[in-house]
Structure formats: C-alpha cells, structure tokens
C-alpha cells in the first residue's frame, strides 16, 4: 500500500521585491530586524508543516514556535500574530481559531504541487482541521487562577475563563476599549491578557482591576504595573498620558 505523502516543501520564493509590499516594510517599522526575522522563520515553519497551515491549539506547537522565531516569548508572539492579521498578511479567521494560515504563501509554492500526486493544501481544509476549536463562552472560574492547561489546550471548544478576582464589567469596558482602537482582543489574546494580569498581581500586589482602568483610561492596548507615588497611593501623575516605555515615563518600583 502506498504510503500517504506529506504536503510540504524544501523551499518558497523569496523574491528581491518583497520590500516593495506593505508587510515587510511594516514589520521592521515596528518590531526592527526582529520583525523581518519572524516573518521568513514564519514562513520556513509553514513550509515545513504538514498541509502549510500551523495549528497552535496544540502546546507543543506553540512553543515550538516561539522557538523558532527566536521570541522565546509568548506576548511578543502573539502581538506580532495580531499585527500579521492586521496587515492581512495571515488570515484572520484562522487566528480567531489558533491556527495560521498565509494564502500568499500556498500560492506563491503552486507549482510545486503541479507536479505531485497530491492536491496543494487548501484553505477550507485547514480551517475544518481546527473548527473543533472554534466558539468562545464565557464563564466565571471560583478559583483565582486562570486554568491554563483547560484556557489553552483543552480539544473541545474554547472558553474563555474570568478569575474571579477580575471584575467582568471592568473586563468588558477593557475589550470595548481595544475594540474601538481597531485592535480587538483574539480569545488566546485574552488567555494572555489574564496570565499577566495574575502574574503583576503575585509580583507587585496591584489589583488587577486598577491596573485595567489604568489601561482603559489611557487607551492603552497592553497592561502595565500601576504607577506609584510617594505617599504610597496609586495615581498617574504626569504620566498619564505616557504608555510606560515611553520617553518621559518613570516607574517606581512598589515597596
């Protein structure tokens, strides 16, 4: 019997123009030489995988990818991803999903499967793949931490879990807030979200709910440590309109 062969590839077009499109251009604007270096290691990943669209529903896949891409670093991934959709470089509905599809990609291989048996990979196969992980719902967790292993992986459909030490009215005025910045939050953007708000609360004591206001007040995309002030109380100072990071932006570290 014959074996079932593989749908990948040994190389893709790398074309001397590909500075003259949007994404590149964007992503160096952006991130520098770290956003070129994603992009191309992206797509030597997608190459690479069987049927050229990359599932991260799967724990292993989405650690490797942070690897790969040398970020090592699951926010910095994940906002480059969100920035990918945004410049429409990878498909959106995909993303919602967990999975990365490139249609550019699969188009600029097609010759190659000209000359194969098999079909070129396609888009509406892709998304069948991982439709089990489509539908959010929301629910309140009694625990305080975000279940990670259930949030991320479970293989039936997603969920999105509050803590409970998160307030869901203030939730919801946050990704009101990210959705009229055109910056909507995906589901695995809002995992992230709840697993850094739980580690600023263990490492400085702030209330996950101030530090949401904090962002909601200053527009902010991202949340960030609640600026401290001499007699101990939190306030924004003359920082108020300075994302932390920003030049003019001091921090001081809590007690």
């Known amino acids: 019997m014959t074996r079932p062969r593989k749908q990948t590839v040994d190389y893709f077009p790398h074309s001397a123009t590909v500075n003259s499109g949007k994404t590149i251009p964007a992503l160096i604007s952006k991130y520098g030489e770290k956003g ?3 992009w191309f290691r992206l797509m030597e990943l997608l190459a690479l995988t069987d049927g050229h669209g990359y599932d991260c529903n799967d724990e292993l896949n989405w650690v490797h990818l942070q690897s790969y891409t040398m970020t090592n670093n699951e926010f910095l991934t994940s906002e480059i991803l969100e920035y990918l959709v945004k410049l429409q ?3 959106s509905k995909a993303w919602q999903k967990k999975g990365i599809w490139c249609q550019n990609f ?5 010759d190659v499967y000209r000359n ?4 070129s990979p396609t888009y509406e196969g892709f998304l069948r793949k991982i439709s089990e992980y489509s539908g959010i719902t929301e629910v309140r967790n009694p625990q305080s931490k975000v279940n990670h292993s259930k949030v991320n992986h479970s293989k039936v459909n997603e969920v999105e879990v509050i803590p409970e030490m998160i307030d869901t009215k ?3 005025a946050f990704k009101e807030m990210r959705n009229k910045l055109k910056s909507p939050m995906t589901a695995h ?6 697993a850094r708000l739980e580690k600023l609360q263990n490492k400085t004591g702030h209330d996950p709910n101030e530090i949401l206001n904090q962002s909601i007040e200053n527009g902010w995309k991202g949340i960030y440590p609640l600026k401290e002030v001499a007699n101990g109380s939190t306030a924004q100072g003359n920082n108020k309109k300075l994302r932390p990071g920003a030049p003019g932006y001091k921090y001081t570290q809590p007690d």
């Open 106 to 110: 699969v188009d600029g291989i097609s």
């Open 170 to 172: 203030i939730f919801a």
């Open 116 to 119: 194969r048996v098999e079909d």
């Open 89 to 91: 470089a990878i498909d």
């Open 189 to 194: 953007a809002v995992v992230l979200i709840f």
């Open 36 to 38: 070129y270096f994603f």
